[in-house]
């Protein structure tokens, strides 16, 4: 999958390294400039390590526990660096319930449901953010993606409903190619065990979402969660009055999409099968 991913460190761990090298360098009595002359690297250089602007590369660590006499603390320090963490906090609890859900009822308005994507498409949707990543941190964010797919096909996998606006395959995200193959990938997916899908036509004179994509699960002791998201945050929703609003808002749009075997029919003719 690309190139070999070269790690982002997380940025409060860079200003606790360079706290620590700013302890030691004062310890051990170099001014920022003196311990720049000696590493033949720029006073700015120093500066910018000990306000966690910029990481501290392994091959100055090793120099500078040398002439700081920190007996490999900073390299230490380096090696262990936690990586940026690519998927937000407001993401992770819903991630792991997403693992373990019994049941998962999916609306989506904009994009292909995470777990319908394909390679292609994922990274056409990662390609798409503004602003940009680079390419490394595509490649990760991915292959997180994909394996999340595995959910459907696990020994006993959820009971997992999606609802998608037919506008999404009208669209051409990633060029025809990746298209294509992401209509084929929702084709098989309708035949999974488990997974209905529906589609939600065009032309509509109502319709019950109009709020946008919210997603709805059943854990395993039975607990009903809804999750949404916005451009720049989330809400993980326990609220049973609030969930029951969302779960009514479900119904409806079941009830208003193409059923499953129509969505199949429609899948097929847009393949030309």
């Excluded at 940025?11 to 590493?39: I, P, W």
């Excluded at 910018?48 to 700081?68: N, T, Y």
């Excluded at 603390?73 to 660096?81: I, K």
């Excluded at 498409?121 to 680079?134: I, K, L």
Aim: one cysteine or more.
């Amino acid at each position: 999958m690309g190139s070999r991913r070269r790690p982002q460190k997380n940025a409060s761990a860079r200003k606790l390294v360079g706290a620590l090298l700013a302890l030691h360098r004062e310890a051990a009595g170099f001014t920022q400039r003196t311990l720049a002359d000696r590493v033949a690297a720029s006073e700015d250089h120093i500066a910018s390590i000990e306000q966690g602007r910029r990481a501290l590369k392994m091959d100055m660590a090793v120099l500078l526990d040398e002439i700081l006499s920190t007996r490999r603390t900073l390299e230490t320090a380096v090696d262990n660096m936690p990586e940026v963490d690519l998927v937000p906090r407001f993401a992770e609890e819903y991630l792991d319930r997403e693992r373990e859900a019994l049941s998962i009822s999916w609306y989506e308005a904009f994009v292909v449901p995470g777990l319908l994507q394909t390679e292609a498409y994922a990274r056409a949707v990662f390609r798409s953010r503004v602003p940009v990543y680079d390419e490394d941190s595509i490649e990760q964010l991915v292959a997180m993606r994909i394996e999340r797919r595995e959910i459907l096909h696990r020994k006993q996998p959820p009971m997992a409903n999606f609802v998608i606006w037919e506008a999404m395959l009208s669209d051409r995200l990633g060029g025809p190619n990746v298209h294509v193959e992401q209509v084929r990938h929702l084709r098989k997916c309708a035949d999974l065990p488990g997974v209905s899908l529906q589609i939600l036509p065009l032309g509509r004179t109502t319709h019950a979402a109009l709020d946008g994509p919210f997603i709805l699960l059943e854990t395993p002791d039975h607990q009903r969660l809804a999750y949404t998201e916005t451009q720049r945050g989330s809400h993980l929703i326990a609220d049973l009055d609030e969930v029951a609003i969302l779960n009514q808002k479900y119904a409806m749009l079941r009830t208003h999409a193409r059923d499953p075997e129509e969505t199949k029919g429609l899948l097929d003719r847009l393949l030309g099968e």
